[in-house]
């Protein structure tokens, strides 16, 4: 799948709402600015960016054909106060009517207090479960609303925006370096990667080339952030389903790995390791030894560790939980020997440049131990004009809440787990 | 096989790592705040709550770690628990967002005396980076009393490890029978 998209296409009303009559291309992303509203589609095998004004407040609605929209324009809603005529639903979304004002980032923020948190849609006839926003255990903020009939969940519904932070307000008029920050802090298990997509749009923007040294040193962080990312998932797999010894194993090599990351890059997490132009520095002297010896550990304990989708419990329950390991499972065989490979043939080059002071708009993604993130924005006279970030959670979610219908109540900790979600990357 | 990995388990012993000695300067200090408010002890055991108000993740990374094999939170007699009514502790990360505010003002008011607030992450401190949003109150601190703050973007395991630690030789000094080991 390739990460490069070409140049915007401002669509007419007409186009945009042929685009909302037809189910292809397929969604990634919706967001808005003051005056348009963008979308982010597949196309075959590349990325397409199309946008169109919006009128009277309104935009022709994506969502009924497309329920992956649903989410999206609910967000757009209460953030930039547009609405999608013919929306499939229009109840609030991040907006729990906690806010000074609503539609913060309109032109002309309205009075406060118009809403409250969106209330569930569950059918009157069943049980219905709350659980949340305080969870216990070591959870990120939502509310799981489960309809059961029961012992079997007949619908799961989610409400987020319970960590809504205001970060894209904060990234505006500020320049890429110091907006890099915040993208460094939309999901912190995907840190590398948006900031990796945050500097790819930045310099998509600005039209400068990054040395290959600075892209040799991205990929090695976003390679042992996945490994670590789905090492954490696994251990959290196994602890669902009672296999503590391999729990433990997975939490060693992801701790040994986030050692291995401070030695080789100052920070256990990556975070502010890579900035628009580069990275923040080099690589440490003793670094690719560090991170190669946690790789090596780790290959060597991966025959052990495939026995966790085998695991009777895992497979005999509902929800393809087992599926989702085997995925990660994969996921960390694969990293390994593209940064073993990587740390290997490291060019000798820069590892950052200066960035020109200029206005432009450019978009990026990248891989992130959850699947793809995008970042777009705009900039003026080297300032960012608008922003938008976007984690797979806003598809994995929704994901979720399909593959729990049906399912067990005794089994929602395991697929939850198996999920590895969490809230502020959909929050913002 | 892993019947193989699971003798060699019980032949290596535990994979935890040694703990450093308990910071004796923030336990007294924390002491003298228990002695100011005059609050019964605890004992030598702490039922965490941990509350996200709004995280970004990043310090959730780092408790877990702390929870799992190799810091082994429980060996301290320190552990997570999932109701208010259960716990001692409310640790706090994320900037508190106005969102969060009421579910964690109930949290608090469920939680039985005694009770400490932790606020873990810079934002729980003071609102770190999101300082100033619209969406924020910017930190624990403006909405309950906080006993302990442990700064870090995020703090390391063993940083979090070692202020639990020292909140528990606070609430635990004057009980002979119990040495610090």
Request: aromatic share 4%.
């Amino acid at each position: 799948m390739s990460l490069t998209v070409s140049p915007r296409r401002g669509l007419t009303r007409e186009e945009w709402a042929r685009l909302a009559s037809e189910m292809s291309p397929p969604l990634l992303a919706l967001w808005a600015d003051t005056r348009e509203v963008y979308a982010l589609l597949r196309d075959g095998d590349a990325p397409l960016l199309v946008s169109t004004e919006v009128m009277d407040g309104e935009y022709p609605a994506l969502s009924p054909v497309r329920p992956g929209a649903v989410w999206f324009e609910r967000m757009v809603h209460d953030l930039w106060g547009h609405t999608a005529a013919g929306g499939t639903d229009h109840r609030p979304w991040l907006d729990h009517g906690r806010w000074p004002n609503s539609a913060p980032m309109a032109l002309r923020p309205g009075p406060d207090g118009r809403t409250e948190a969106p209330e569930f849609m569950l059918d009157e006839h069943l049980d219905q479960v709350p659980l949340g926003p305080v969870r216990g255990g070591i959870e990120p903020a939502a509310h799981l609303r489960l309809g059961v009939r029961g012992e079997t969940i007949v619908r799961l519904e989610t409400r987020l925006g319970y960590t809504h932070k205001g970060t894209l307000t904060l990234m505006r008029g500020k320049s890429p370096r110091a907006a890099a920050r915040f993208a460094a802090r939309l999901a912190a298990e995907a840190t590398v990667a948006h900031s990796i997509a945050f500097a790819r749009a930045t310099e998509a923007a600005l039209g400068c080339d990054v040395p290959s040294r600075a892209i040799a040193l991205r990929d090695v962080m976003a390679g042992v952030e996945q490994i670590a990312g789905h090492l954490d998932v696994l251990s959290g797999v196994a602890e669902a389903v009672g296999l503590e010894v391999l729990s433990g194993r997975s939490a060693w090599h992801a701790e040994m790995l986030r050692r291995a990351s401070n030695v080789a890059f100052g920070h256990r997490l990556m975070m502010d390791c890579v900035v628009p132009g580069g990275v923040a520095a080099d690589i440490a002297p003793g670094g690719p030894e560090a991170i190669g010896r946690a790789l090596s550990g780790i290959a060597a304990e991966l025959p052990d560790l495939r026995l966790l989708p085998e695991a009777g419990e895992l497979v005999s329950r509902a929800g393809n939980a087992a599926g989702r390991a085997r995925q990660r499972l994969r996921g960390i065989t694969d990293g390994i020997g593209v940064v073993h490979d990587l740390l290997g043939a490291m060019p000798e080059d820069a590892v950052s440049v200066p960035l020109p002071v200029a206005s432009g708009e450019g978009i990026g993604g990248a891989n992130g131990p959850g699947g793809e993130v995008w970042h777009w924005l705009r900039l003026d006279h080297g300032q960012i004009a608008a922003a938008f970030m976007c984690d797979p959670a806003w598809t994995r979610w929704p994901e979720l809440e399909a593959t729990m219908e049906g399912g067990q109540i005794d089994d929602l900790g395991l697929i939850v787990a198996s999920f590895g979600l969490t809230s502020s990357g959909v929050d913002l | 096989m892993l019947w193989r990995r699971l003798v060699r388990t019980l032949l290596a012993g535990p994979i935890a790592g040694t703990p450093a000695p308990v910071d004796t300067g923030t336990a007294a200090s924390l002491a003298g705040r228990l002695d100011d408010r005059g609050q019964t002890r605890l004992g030598r055991s702490l039922a965490i709550l941990h509350l996200d108000a709004g995280s970004c993740g990043g310090c959730e990374i780092e408790l877990r770690a702390l929870r799992r094999a190799v810091y082994d939170l429980e060996r301290f007699g320190i552990g997570f628990v999932a109701s208010p009514r259960h716990a001692d502790v409310l640790l706090v990360t994320g900037p508190v967002t106005r969102n969060l505010l009421d579910a964690m003002e109930q949290a608090y008011s469920a939680m039985p005396d005694p009770k400490f607030v932790v606020a873990v992450g810079d934002c729980a401190v003071d609102g770190g980076v999101f300082k100033g949003s619209y969406a924020v109150t910017g930190g624990v601190g403006t909405t309950l009393p906080v006993d302990l703050l442990i700064s870090g973007c995020p703090p390391t395991p063993e940083r979090i490890l070692a202020g639990l630690r020292a909140l528990l030789e606070a609430n635990a000094r004057g009980q002979a029978a119990v040495s610090l080991r």
